[in-house]
C-alpha cells in the first residue's frame, strides 16, 4: 500500500469516528436531558445542605472556586486530549441546549433563555471547532510520518 492509499484510508477512518461521535452526541443529549432532573434533585439538596452549614456566602464562594478550578482543569485537559475535549464540549453545548429548548414556555422566551441557546450553539460551534483542528492535526502528524517514511 503506497502512501497516498494510506493517507486517504486514514481520513476515511478519522470521517467516520467523528460521524459516529456526531450521532453519539446527539443520542446522549437526548438521554442526558430526560435523565437529568434526578441530579438537578441531588444538586439542589446539595446546594442547601451547603448553605446550612457555611452559609450563602461561604457557599458562593465555594461554587465560584470550583468553576474556577474546573475552568484550569478544562485548559489542561484541551492541552492533553483536544479531541476528547471537544466531544465533551459538543455533548455539554447539546445538553445544555435540550434542557433550555424543553424548560421553555409555552407563552413566551426571555432574552436570557435566548441568550442561553445562542450560548449553547457557541459551545457546540467550538467543540465542533477543537474535534476538527485534532483531526487536522493527527492528518498533519500522519503526512509528516509518511514524509518520514520515504526519506532517503
Do not use: C
Amino acid at each position: 500500500m503506497d502512501s497516498t492509499q494510506r493517507q486517504r484510508k486514514d481520513l476515511r477512518q478519522i470521517f467516520r469516528e467523528h460521524f459516529v461521535e456526531y450521532l453519539l452526541v446527539i443520542a446522549v443529549a437526548l438521554v442526558g436531558k430526560f435523565g437529568a432532573s434526578p441530579i438537578e434533585h441531588y444538586i439542589t439538596q446539595a446546594y442547601i445542605a451547603a448553605v446550612g452549614v457555611i452559609g450563602l456566602y461561604g457557599t458562593q464562594f465555594l461554587i465560584g472556586a470550583g468553576i474556577v478550578s474546573l475552568g484550569l482543569f478544562a485548559h489542561w485537559f484541551k492541552g492533553k486530549n483536544q479531541r476528547v475535549y471537544g466531544i465533551i464540549e459538543v455533548l455539554f453545548g447539546s445538553l445544555s441546549a435540550f434542557a433550555i429548548a424543553f424548560s421553555l414556555p409555552g407563552d413566551q422566551i426571555s432574552l436570557t433563555e435566548y441568550a442561553s441557546l445562542i450560548g449553547s450553539s457557541y459551545v457546540v460551534a467550538r467543540g465542533m471547532n477543537n474535534m476538527s483542528e485534532a483531526k487536522r492535526r493527527l492528518a498533519a502528524a500522519i503526512t509528516e510520518r509518511d514524509l518520514v517514511d520515504q526519506a532517503p
